[in-house]
């Protein structure tokens, strides 16, 4: 597959993720301030119960403090952290929709429209916006997860098929038919940088 737009190949500074490990409390303070928000932002995608969202991230935190030492080597501890949050959070959607078992690929994922102000609102063309987001009606739930890992979290097609539960191929599928239901509607890189900038 051949990608129109390239992702940023942005990845974390593991020098706050190595002080975790070693138990520097300053670097796991680090994390958390660099990574709660977009945790949260993530999370309240398949969820419309935000207290849960936060529980889950509160979670999350605790288990990343109580097992710093054993956590694993990564280059890129946004993923690691996506991945258990999403799990965490299909646990606690399981206990309290009581079901037995929700698969990663079940989950909805909700594309909300922020646009800022009203400033930024007006000047927003009117029939580009509603190009957009007739657009993303179109997109599947899946295909707007794998956009907004791919392009407002930095992830590799591997990282993107392991968050959403598939194997490596689909996920290349699964986004390059997105693309191509962009690219008859829209300019890519328009969408790619409007998705970027009013979807939380």
């Not at 690929?105 to 957009?132: I, K, M, S, T, W």
């Not at 990282?159 to 890519?188: F, H, P």
Request: charged fraction near 30%.
């Amino acid at each position: 597959m051949t990608a129109t737009v390239k992702h940023r190949e942005m990845k974390n500074d593991d020098t706050a993720w190595q002080g975790l490990i070693a138990g520097d409390r300053a670097a796991f303070e680090a994390i958390y301030n660099e990574m709660s928000d977009k945790l949260y932002r993530y999370g309240v995608k398949f969820t419309g119960n935000r207290e849960l969202v936060q529980d889950c991230i509160h979670d999350l935190f605790l288990k990343l403090y109580r097992e710093r030492s054993q956590l694993p080597e990564t280059d890129n501890y946004a993923f690691y952290l996506f991945r258990l949050l999403k799990n965490i959070l299909i646990d606690a959607l399981r206990r309290e929709e009581r079901m037995v078992y929700i698969a990663p690929q079940d989950l909805p994922f909700h594309a909300e429209f922020v646009y800022g102000n009203d400033d930024d609102e007006d000047e927003l063309d009117e029939a580009v916006r509603q190009r957009f987001e007739t657009i993303v009606s179109l997109l599947t739930p899946r295909q707007k997860e794998a956009i907004y890992l791919r392009y407002q979290s930095d992830m590799s097609d591997g990282e993107i098929a392991e968050l959403l539960g598939i194997d490596y191929q689909s996920a290349r599928n699964l986004l390059y038919r997105a693309l191509e239901k962009i690219r008859k509607n829209m300019d890519v890189k328009i969408f790619i940088a409007l998705f970027i900038s009013v979807i939380r």
